[in-house]
């Protein structure tokens, strides 16, 4: 269970213990994707290439990165907390303080049918797709072997009814 940045910083760390053959898979837990940050992000490459491709965006930056992020939020909310904070200040450690009701207010502007969660989760496989991607090129890929042939993936581990914070990427050397 790695929260927030602390994905990429594993990640990164991963770098040379696999390359040395010590490591032949790493699963992780993802969550507090709104404690993620743009300078550890490892995942940064995967969106330039992917907003730019998709949708003609002529630059991603760390600003685009941090409105993300915050989305990913909304999806520890229910529908009805629409109007109060993401986060009260409880002391609790994932506490980021975005205000729900201008996820709602962007969801509504678009005409979203998934609703603020929908979005929030939708923020979170973005950033762990990122992620995947960066294991594909960087750490468990097999020499020769087309993109498709890695074995990385991202599944979830239980009903979001449990955790809206379920997901979990699995990878091995191919």
């Not at 993802?30 to 949708?55: A, I, M, S």
């Not at 303080?97 to 207010?105: A, E, M, P, R």
């Not at 097999?142 to 991202?154: F, I, R």
Request: glycine content about 12%; charged content about 25%; aromatic content about 6%.
């Amino acid at each position: 269970h790695l929260c927030g940045a602390g994905t990429d910083l594993a990640l990164k760390s991963l770098r040379d213990v696999v390359q040395s053959g010590a490591v032949d898979g790493c699963v992780m837990a993802t969550c507090c994707h709104g404690l993620c940050t743009w300078k550890d992000y490892v995942g940064r490459d995967c969106f330039l290439e992917l907003f730019r491709g998709v949708g003609g965006v002529s630059t991603f930056a760390g600003s685009d990165f941090d409105q993300l992020r915050r989305w990913t939020s909304a999806s520890v909310l229910e529908d009805s907390d629409h109007t109060r904070s993401a986060a009260v200040d409880d002391g609790d450690e994932h506490n980021i303080g975005v205000k729900s009701q201008n996820i709602y207010l962007v969801v509504k502007e678009l005409g979203l049918a998934c609703g603020g969660r929908g979005l929030g989760r939708a923020c979170q496989r973005l950033i762990d797709y990122g992620r995947t991607e960066y294991i594909r090129e960087h750490l468990f890929h097999s020499k020769g072997a087309s993109p498709g042939k890695q074995d990385v993936s991202l599944c979830h581990y239980c009903s979001s009814d449990i955790t809206p914070q379920n997901a979990l990427i699995i990878a091995k050397r191919g």
